[in-house]
């Protein structure tokens, strides 16, 4: 296997770790406190590792569909802005649920582009 196939292959479990963090934290989305800050996070963490893989290929950072799932997990992060330091803050719950499908949609769309076809989700993951 190639250095080009090795990165893929950690990009995709990255990702995944970005989905579970994702899943978790939008399961925590309406609680307030330690524990959904806690979520947000590993969630940053994990979003963070994934930008950090990417940039060991310049061909792969540059690819249209890991910019567009960087782009959606940006905006779900957005929405937990001030979590981390209010523990009370309220979210806008509405905005979650648009912006994890659109994380979702946008990791399938990642996976084909990279040749992995059968790591896609095709909504199951939602």
């Known amino acids: 296997m190639d250095s080009t196939n ?3 292959e950690v990009i995709l479990q990255q ?3 970005v989905l579970e963090s994702t899943k978790d934290l939008k399961r925590s989305a309406k609680k307030k406190g330690k524990e959904r ?3 947000y996070e590993k969630f940053c963490a994990n979003q963070h590792s994934f930008n950090v ?3 060991i290929d310049p061909t792969i950072d540059q690819l249209a569909e890991i910019q567009l799932f960087q782009q959606k997990m940006e905006l779900f992060r957005e929405d937990f802005t001030g979590v981390l330091n209010n523990f009370e803050k309220e ?3 509405q905005h979650i649920e648009k912006t994890y499908v659109e994380v979702f949609i946008a990791y399938d769309a990642m996976v084909n582009a990279l040749g992995y076809p059968k790591k896609a989700l095709n909504a199951k993951g939602y």
Request: cysteine-free; hydrophobic content about 25%.
């Open 6 to 8: 090795n990165t893929i």
């Open 53 to 55: 893989y990417t940039y």
């Open 91 to 93: 979210v806008n719950l």
């Open 37 to 39: 800050s806690d979520l």
């Open 15 to 17: 990702g995944q770790n």
